[in-house]
């Protein structure tokens, strides 16, 4: 379907040139030039997470020292920070005290004296702290190691690279980058561009070698900003119109150190506005449909950070899976890092 613009889409329409084979992989797909497609076979839909093997996983356990755990995960509730395309959280009581008190029909048949809760929560699967997964980006229709994107459908989910295949994952030596504390201390501004050759130098300061298998956390202390706007509604919206963020060429630096997992303290990894604006989510597009690489968005990593400078340390054991969501695009997540 051909957009004549924003919200609006022509009624003409050009079926596309390619076809698909029976396993639903693009016949001729040609992948970015930085890509892991085939890595690991031509059926694997986990991409980058394949990198954390048991082994690293043991040898992580073995960073834990004091104990001190840190939640990575902000509060979900109405008041948390969503992209625009996403609905805010909302949680209600389907069963009250208060239903006990009133003596509501629900509660007849009930043993005197015996009353219980419960609630349910509706919201975006990626509207919190969260992961992006391998069938939430595409480039010209085709996921990460050439599958279809019309396998993701809105009635059946992703057929192909869903986030059930990462539920045993995410789990294993996590680095945090300080970006906020190398810069100073003050949270970065929006539209503040991070280049990998300064990832290097922020890792280099620190004392921190990152690894092949590593889940890799970048500070900004963008995050912290958005919680001292008290629920302006107006000032939230533009903090959610900019974000300090990586370059497109930041791409070739996960590549190049094989990290199985990056995360960040904004909203969408990408510097925003864009370095060219021809050019939207450049970081996202190479990430997930080249390499297979998993994304976290809004991960609370100030508390980390102050427990990391304490010790001295960057390094920890990180245990961050998705919820296991048959055929998801991504996962909310309560990453916990312990130290």
Not at 206 to 219: E, F, K, M, N, S
Not at 233 to 255: I, M
Request: proline letters at 6%; charged letters at 15%.
């Amino acid at each position: 379907m051909i957009r004549a613009e924003q919200s609006m889409q022509s009624l003409a329409w050009t079926p596309p040139a390619y076809q698909v084979d029976a396993r639903g992989k693009v016949i001729g797909a040609k992948p970015p030039t930085l890509n892991n497609w085939g890595r690991w076979g031509e059926d694997d839909q986990r991409g980058t997470t394949n990198l954390i093997t048991p082994e690293r996983i043991a040898e992580a356990a073995s960073l834990v020292r004091s104990g001190r755990a840190y939640s990575l995960a902000i509060p979900i509730d109405s008041n948390a920070p969503v992209h625009h395309t996403r609905p805010r959280a909302m949680r209600l009581n389907t069963l009250s005290g208060s239903d006990f008190v009133a003596g509501s029909a629900v509660a007849h048949g009930m043993v005197p004296g015996q009353q219980w809760t419960d609630d349910v929560i509706i919201m975006a699967l990626q509207g919190s702290t969260q992961w992006d997964g391998l069938a939430h980006f595409m480039l010209d229709h085709v996921m990460y190691n050439g599958w279809w994107g019309g396998l993701v459908t809105a009635a059946g989910g992703a057929a192909r690279n869903g986030m059930e295949h990462q539920h045993c994952s995410l789990v294993g030596r996590g680095v945090l980058l300080d970006v906020c504390r190398f810069r100073g201390g003050e949270p970065l501004p929006g539209g503040e561009l991070i280049r990998a050759d300064e990832l290097d130098e922020v890792a280099r300061v620190q004392g921190t070698v990152v690894r092949p298998g590593d889940i890799v956390l970048i500070r900004t202390g963008y995050l912290g900003l958005y919680y001292g706007l008290a629920g302006e509604r107006q000032r939230e919206n533009e903090w959610l119109a900019t974000q300090p963020g990586l370059s497109g060429d930041s791409v070739s630096w996960c590549h190049a150190n094989d990290i199985a997992a990056l995360a960040m303290d904004n909203w969408a990894i990408d510097v925003v506005p864009f370095e060219d604006p021809s050019a939207v989510f450049p970081f996202h597009h190479g990430a997930i449909p080249g390499l297979g690489l998993t994304l976290g968005e809004f991960f609370w990593l100030d508390d980390l950070a102050n427990g990391c400078a304490q010790q001295s340390r960057y390094e920890f054991f990180l245990t961050a899976p998705p919820m296991n969501v048959s055929h998801a695009s991504g996962s909310m997540t309560n990453p916990i890092a312990i130290l």
